[in-house]
């Protein structure tokens, strides 16, 4: 069974740095394109980033480019966010998920596996 | 940048009522969507993908339809554990939820 499993979050001053991992599990990490979306307190869902399956290209939403990088170790099955320069509007439960289009089946930009989340709270 | 509205915000609904959902985008997305069903403390879970396309072992109680700008998600009988949020979503931009609570 296809499984992800956040960890790294936490609470942080604001201006501070944090990195959240997610571990992937029971499906082949390298086939798929992976996500971060995040979900402030009360709000609806919000993507961060994408980055594709071989790590090569990467996207950002506009409210944390500059700040946050996602990466990928496909030898580790692992997805980091690192997060700088951390406001309070970057208060949130953090999701990896999982784009489920692979080189045989089209979902059309769908996620079809998420984490539990981890949460992030930054406050002084 | 593609912005998704969902109507309405709030839906108060029946154990089998028919409950409609529409997802508007800013400009036309072709058949590019996805629903997701939130509980409360959970993850999103995917329901339909290309407009209308249901995942797996989703019920068959829910629907998807439409093309471009518009679409619906449609639960034709609604169960005790369909209420929760519904979330449509483009490639990188989710609708703000609607909400369907018990009436």
């Known amino acids: 069974e296809a499984q992800l499993v956040e960890s790294g979050g936490g609470l942080v001053q604001p201006g501070g740095s944090l990195r959240l991992s997610c571990e992937a599990s029971?499906?082949?990490?390298?086939?798929?394109?992976m996500r971060w979306v995040r979900q402030a307190p009360g709000k609806g869902l919000e993507w961060v980033s994408t980055?594709?399956?071989?790590?090569?290209?990467?996207y950002y939403a506009d409210s944390v480019k500059g700040r946050f990088t996602i990466s990928r170790d496909i030898s580790k099955n692992t997805l980091d966010l690192q997060m700088n320069s951390l406001r309070a509007e970057d208060t949130a439960v953090y999701y990896c998920?999982?784009?489920?289009?692979?080189?045989?089946?089209?979902?059309?930009?769908?996620?079809?596996?998420w984490g539990q989340g981890t949460t992030v709270t930054v406050s002084s | 940048d593609i912005q998704m509205t969902q109507s309405p915000s709030t839906l108060s609904a029946s154990v089998g009522d028919r409950v409609t959902i529409t997802c508007r985008a800013s400009?036309?997305?072709?058949?590019?969507l996805a629903w997701y069903q939130q509980k409360p403390g959970k993850a999103p879970k995917l329901l339909i993908y290309?407009?209308?396309t249901l995942k797996s072992g989703v019920p068959s109680r829910f629907s998807g339809s439409g093309s471009g700008t518009e679409f619906t998600l449609t639960i034709s009988s609604l169960q005790p554990d369909d209420f929760a949020t519904y979330y449509c979503?483009?490639?990188?931009?989710f609708g703000q939820g609607t909400k369907v609570e018990i009436k």
């Open positions: 979503q483009q490639i990188r931009a």
């Open positions: 029971g499906f082949t990490f390298s086939n798929h394109a």
């Open positions: 290309k407009a209308s």
């Open positions: 400009q036309s997305i072709s058949s590019w």
């Open positions: 980055i594709s399956s071989n790590g090569g290209i990467t």
């Open positions: 998920a999982r784009d489920a289009t692979t080189v045989t089946t089209n979902y059309y930009y769908a996620m079809d596996v």
